[in-house]
């Protein structure tokens, strides 16, 4: 994802009382994004009620994903999929697997749709949305068996890191979603960012690390993409962590 400018808060702030950890870009799109929309959104795309903002989600509005997807099979939604370069590969990868990706950036969407249908991942689905309203309002509960958020907006600058999405209120509305025994995972390039992940899911009762050691090893299903390379070329060190939710009594 993007790093944000503060100034671009605005648009999504006049209607909200809480943070969001995003920029809401809004630019011109290409012609081959720009029909995207037009012609492969009516398969990829999940139509959602709006709040007042324009990526939030009406509360109460829930999706039934057997009916989204024709069918009843394992789940995973991926925050902040950016282009779609992971979670295409993924649903190319396991065609048995039902996909989720959740985004704002729609020329990103759009990108992930065009490659999508290139390599005819029919499994897929994208929401244009605020995750946490995601998580809160659009899925049911215990729908989804992993949760993948992976080198999501650092928000660099100390005055701004409390828009980051992994902060205390994130475990509780990612376990609703979650099944018992299902997984979230993270994955970061700025160490700072990944010690607080390490220090919220060690305080969130509903979660236990699926990992020993101080990190997770690098996650196999999640392929390598430009923006981790970057990272990696800049001498940062790429640390993953994984959580499995508790078994619900």
Do not use: C
Not at 9 to 27: C, H, I, M, T, Y
Not at 37 to 44: F, I, N, S, T, V
Not at 172 to 195: F, I, K, M, S, V
Request: glycine fraction near 6%; charge should be negative.
């Amino acid at each position: 994802m993007p790093h944000p400018d503060a100034d671009d808060l605005a648009p999504e702030r006049r209607f909200r009382d809480k943070p969001v950890s995003f920029v809401r870009r809004s630019g011109r799109m290409t012609d081959a994004q720009e029909g995207a929309w037009e012609h492969l959104a009516p398969h990829y795309v999940i139509d959602v009620e709006r709040d007042a903002a324009a990526t939030s989600i009406r509360p109460g509005t829930v999706i039934d994903p057997v009916a989204v997807f024709g069918r009843d099979a394992r789940r995973v939604v991926e925050i902040g999929s950016g282009q779609g370069h992971a979670i295409v590969n993924a649903a190319l990868a396991h065609p048995d697997t039902d996909f989720i990706a959740v985004e704002v950036f729609r020329a990103g969407l759009a990108r992930t749709m065009l490659d999508a249908d290139r390599v005819g991942a029919r499994n897929l689905r994208l929401v244009e949305a605020n995750a946490p309203e995601v998580l809160e309002h659009l899925l049911p509960a215990e729908s989804i068996d992993e949760l993948w958020i992976f080198f999501p907006d650092p928000w660099h600058k100390s005055k701004h890191n409390k828009r980051r999405l992994v902060a205390p209120p994130f475990p509780p509305l990612a376990a609703r979603a979650l099944t018992g025994g299902g997984l979230l995972r993270l994955a970061t390039d700025w160490e700072d960012y990944a010690l607080q992940m390490r220090e919220v899911m060690r305080g969130a009762d509903d979660f236990a690390p699926a990992f020993e050691g101080e990190w997770a090893p690098r996650f196999e299903g999640r392929v390598m993409t430009a923006f981790e390379r970057k990272g990696l070329a800049k001498g940062r060190d790429i640390r993953d962590l994984v959580y499995r939710r508790a078994d619900r009594t």
